[in-house]
């Protein structure tokens, strides 16, 4: 069975500050997503992973994957308060069905 | 259009009830997926439906029957639920993985539903 573990499951981190977080997953897959949740809201999708090697940016985040060793991360440049959100990766196994990972939750402090 | 819309936005309801969730997307969209989420969790996968089909079925209670009437709606019929089942729940969809390079899914805002 794929097994999808992020880490930190919590994270607290100040303003200004940069951090990553990981995504581990114990089977091959060369396509992962990243999803950011609010409390109370649904999902929203931040960033499509495709190849080995890949790596997306956008405003403060930028997610990379490294499939041969079935990494991805998200990296947070300069926190701000608006990233306060739990942060899901997601691996696509093909079939139409995704393994998703444990979540981040995420607190950034002014 | 390119959002998934889901109703109601919050539903309680009693063991005893039935009631039915419903999901529209209009992206043309031919797999449409059902989770549940429990608080601080991650979604949970309960059915899949491909090309109006139903695909993937994870094993979830009987109280809950899926139905895909057509491509663009999708519902969950519930019936004699018992507490735990009290969550948050979300339709997705997507292209399809095997029409498409990726199969990134797009989710809808949540029913919340309390059972009492």
């Known amino acids: 069975e794929l097994k999808v573990e992020q880490n930190p499951l919590f994270l607290s981190m100040q303003e200004g500050k940069n951090y990553t977080i990981y995504c581990n997953y114990s089977?091959?897959?060369?396509?992962l997503y990243w999803y950011r949740q609010d409390p109370g809201k649904s999902l929203e999708s931040l960033f499509v992973?495709?190849?080995?090697?890949a790596v997306k940016q956008e405003g403060r985040l930028m997610a990379s994957l490294d499939t041969k060793a079935r990494l991805s991360t998200l990296h947070i440049t300069a926190a701000v308060h608006d990233l306060s959100a739990t942060y899901f990766c997601?691996?696509?196994?093909?079939?139409?069905?995704?393994?998703f990972g444990t979540g981040t939750s995420l607190t950034v402090i002014p | 259009d390119t959002e998934v819309t889901q109703t109601p936005k919050h539903l309680v309801m009693g063991m005893t009830n039935k009631k039915s969730l419903k999901c529209e997307q209009h992206?043309?969209?031919?797999?449409m997926y059902w989770y549940k989420q429990k608080a601080k969790k991650p979604p949970e996968l309960m059915f899949v439906?491909?090309?109006?089909?139903?695909?993937i079925n994870e094993s979830v209670p009987s109280r809950f029957s899926p139905e895909c009437p057509n491509s663009s709606l999708l519902n969950l019929h519930l019936h004699a639920l018992q507490p735990e089942d009290s969550a948050l729940y979300l339709c997705?969809?997507?292209?399809?993985?095997?029409?498409?390079?990726?199969?990134?899914?797009?989710f809808g805002p949540g029913t919340r539903l309390t059972v009492l």
């Open positions: 997601a691996v696509d196994m093909g079939g139409n069905q995704f393994y």
């Open positions: 089977t091959t897959s060369d396509r």
């Open positions: 992973l495709l190849s080995n090697g």
């Open positions: 992206m043309g969209h031919r797999a």
């Open positions: 439906y491909s090309y109006e089909k139903l695909s």
């Open positions: 997705a969809s997507s292209q399809h993985s095997g029409g498409a390079p990726y199969n990134e899914q797009f």
